[in-house]
């Protein structure tokens, strides 16, 4: 939604510039710090006007792990109704909230679930159709439980060779998410190799083993080899997935080993010579997965269970989100202009980079007020602090005030306008704090205890500026936008 702002705002900046001019009186180190640059100046700026740093403990945005039991799956499930209660409170769509409300209902009697449900996953031509016949044909059939296997489509497969490198990995990264999303659901995995892993099998292993799926890997066609190599490939996947898999579930089979070429030698001295089929060779894996059949069946189902609810939550969690950044877009437009036309207007540049300062710490509390993320004023201030450090460090500042001079330069009206430049420049890189802020707070929980405080992850904070910083460098974007920006500064310009 588009915010008419032009006069009143630009008004607006330069009063609120001029307020600031009087704490020029009292701190004479303002005038010392327009060498460092527009988001330099902003930060020192912002720690001379609210006095102070930033003393909170930083928050683990990481969820804490927890032994799958009862009291987990409840938990899990109390997190989704909050969250079905939140999107309720703000969504205007009671269809939707009323169709996960019937979603979360089913969850409960899944922890009464007899039947457990095994899926077989892995890449392509490693043997997965045979094996769940195999299972399905000999071993279910000697189990007390009822199971359910099921198969996935084959993984690391693209089936469009003429698209180019980076398209074929991200579609083969989709097509894999949409695989294994679908053996969340599932209580057991039996993930096949046919030989030591690759960097992707390894990758994707550890995504299961993130999302708590037991998993077996299984080393099928066993047969190819030696003894000794065998033996050798075995002990040196359990000793790469330690830490991920127990050594016990990484076992070796051969679900439709090759036929034996026998060679006998005939009376008169001819030789006879025919290929002896093979046994299925599964006993170890029927073995283990018997015993986990047998000991962690109630697991199994609970860890289901927890996953069904957490896919639930991140539905939600999308809802919500989206619906929080509707109403945050407009905020940031506001803000945006209000920094460009005090950076635009002001005589004195010192002064400027005070009211950026103040419009960054609104900006940041305003849209931490839409994601449920409580700033004090101290936290509002160091958070703009943090977000002018991580600029200036990864040298947005430098590239954006660049790239948009290089822009008005092409329209000489408006660069003889000495702050026009400094205006565009201050409005981009606030649209940018204040995108990179809602990619942030999307991720983080909707609560935070407040007597741990909030700070911010840097590292992931830096990654999200790097992000929106790319997908609003594209030069149409930028062209629109400094137009969009002249027409808010210089209204007669733009006619």
């Known amino acids: 939604m588009a915010v008419n702002i032009r006069r009143p705002i630009l008004v607006g900046g330069i009063g609120l510039s001029l307020g600031l001019w009087m704490l020029d009186l009292v701190y004479d180190s303002v005038a010392e710090i327009g060498e460092w640059g527009l988001l330099g100046t902003i930060t020192i700026a912002t720690v001379i006007w609210l006095f102070g740093r930033n003393t909170s403990p930083k928050v683990n945005v990481s969820p804490p792990s927890e032994p799958v039991d009862q009291e987990a799956v409840e938990r899990a499930i109390a997190k989704v ?79 469009d060779s003429k698209v180019e490198a980076e398209g ?69 996947l359990q000793q790469r997935v330690a830490g991920i898999l127990p050594g016990e579930d990484v076992v070796g089979i051969s679900a439709s080993p090759a036929p034996v070429k026998v060679r006998q030698h005939q009376p008169d001295a001819s030789v006879k010579e025919w290929l002896e089929p093979q046994s299925p060779v599964l006993s170890s894996l029927g073995e283990r997965l018997g015993q986990i059949l047998h000991q962690e069946r109630q697991q199994l189902v609970w860890a289901t269970t927890i996953r069904t609810a957490g896919l639930l939550q991140a539905e939600v969690k999308t809802a919500l989100n989206q619906l929080k950044r509707d109403r945050a877009l407009p905020v940031i437009e506001q803000y945006q202009w209000i920094a460009a036309a005090a950076a635009f207007a002001n005589p004195v540049p010192a002064l400027d980079l005070l009211a950026t300062a103040a419009v960054s710490t609104q900006l940041v509390t305003e849209l931490g007020e839409i994601y449920q993320q409580k700033f004090s004023l101290q936290q509002a201030q160091t958070a703009a602090k943090t977000l002018g450090s991580l600029m200036l460090k990864l040298g947005l500042v430098e590239l954006s005030t660049q790239t948009i001079g290089s822009i008005l330069k092409s329209n000489t009206f408006t660069y003889v306008a000495g702050g026009a430049v400094q205006g565009v420049s201050t409005a981009y890189l606030t649209r940018l704090a204040g995108l990179s802020l809602i990619e942030y707070f999307q991720e983080q929980e909707a609560s935070i205890d407040k007597a741990t405080g909030l700070s911010f992850n840097l590292e992931h904070l830096g990654q999200k500026l790097q992000q929106v910083f790319q997908q609003n460098q594209r030069q149409a974007f930028l062209q629109s936008f400094v137009k969009q920006a002249v027409g808010n500064l210089m209204p007669a310009s733009s006619n």
């Open 81 to 159: 109704e909050t969250a079905i209660n939140q999107l309720e409170a703000e969504a205007h769509d009671h269809d939707a909230v009323s169709q996960l409300r019937q979603q979360v209902a089913q969850l409960t009697p899944e922890l009464e679930r007899e039947e457990i449900k095994l899926v077989v996953t892995g890449g392509k031509g490693l043997g997965k159709t045979t094996l769940l016949q195999l299972l399905a044909s000999n071993w279910v059939s000697q189990q007390q439980q009822s199971l359910v296997l099921q198969e996935t489509p084959a993984l690391f497969v693209n089936s």
């Open 168 to 236: 074929t990995a991200q579609e083969i990264a989709l097509a894999d998410a949409s695989i294994l999303a679908t053996t969340w659901r599932s209580d057991l995995a039996l993930f096949v190799i046919a030989g030591d892993l690759t960097d992707t099998e390894f990758q994707t292993l550890k995504q299961l083993k993130a999302a708590n799926l037991r998993t077996i890997l299984v080393f099928n066609k066993q047969d190819q080899y030696l003894p000794t190599e065998r033996a050798i490939i075995l002990q040196h």
